[in-house]
């Protein structure tokens, strides 16, 4: 009875521990099939740390990337309010433009009035101009025979008074004044007082000119024609200008070279002489 029991127990266990061979076999077929899995998950994993690190790596460069960009959006910030800033500076500064230009159209619009003005005035300043010019050369054709009728009127005194004058204020011998015409590079030349004489022992010629008024620019004048008659008269000439008012400009351009000579004075010096003579002989 042992025996049979026995026998069964035996192959009760020999058949478990057939499976459990099974088992064991069928374990380590997983676990050879587990660590070919492993290695792989290794191997899986070790590329996986790799593209971790490559991945940190561009992270890393990227996080560099963004810091320079946040930097220059910064700077890009900063100048977008001072570009700010300036556009509101000129915003104002044209807003003052527009300002002054609406001034000055309207002082252009009020000098165009003004011009306006002008011009009408100027076109009754030259009515007026017109009417004084025909005037004027009125007057200066009376000017000009009123001065012609004291020209000669002067010339007249002149040859009165100045002979007797000239003898006794420059020992100038002469007999009488004439008017002379003479030719100068066929050009005529007037000369009011002409006459020859004497001054000492040397002869002379004397050229006087008769004026109302004389002035430095009338000296002028006549001491270039008389320049002009110098090569022409055979004489020493002496140049002398009678007239009714000699001017201080004609005293300092004359100076030595021209007798200026007023129409008083003749008479003056020589009632002077007549009163000294006739206390003489009292």
Known sequence: MKEAWLESWMDRVEAALARLAEAQARTEEHVTALAGRMDRVEAALERLAQAQARTEERVGRLEAAIARLTE?????????????????????????????????????????????????????????????ERVLAELTAQVKALSDNVGYGLEDIARVVLPGYLRYRYGIKIERFERRLFQIDGQPVDIDLYAEGTRGRKRIVVLGEAKARIYGREVSQFHSVVERLKPHIAAEVVPLMFGYFIDLSATEAAGKQTLLIASYQPTTEMQSLGSRRRRARQ
């Open 72 to 132: 220059a959006q910064a700077r890009t910030d900063e100048r977008l309010a001072q570009l700010t800033q300036a556009q509101a500076r000129t915003d104002e500064r044209l807003a003052q433009l527009a300002e002054a230009q609406a001034r000055t159209d309207e002082r252009l619009a009020q000098l165009a009035q003004a011009q306006a003005r002008t011009d009408e005035r100027l076109t009754r300043v030259e009515g007026i101009l017109e009417r004084t």
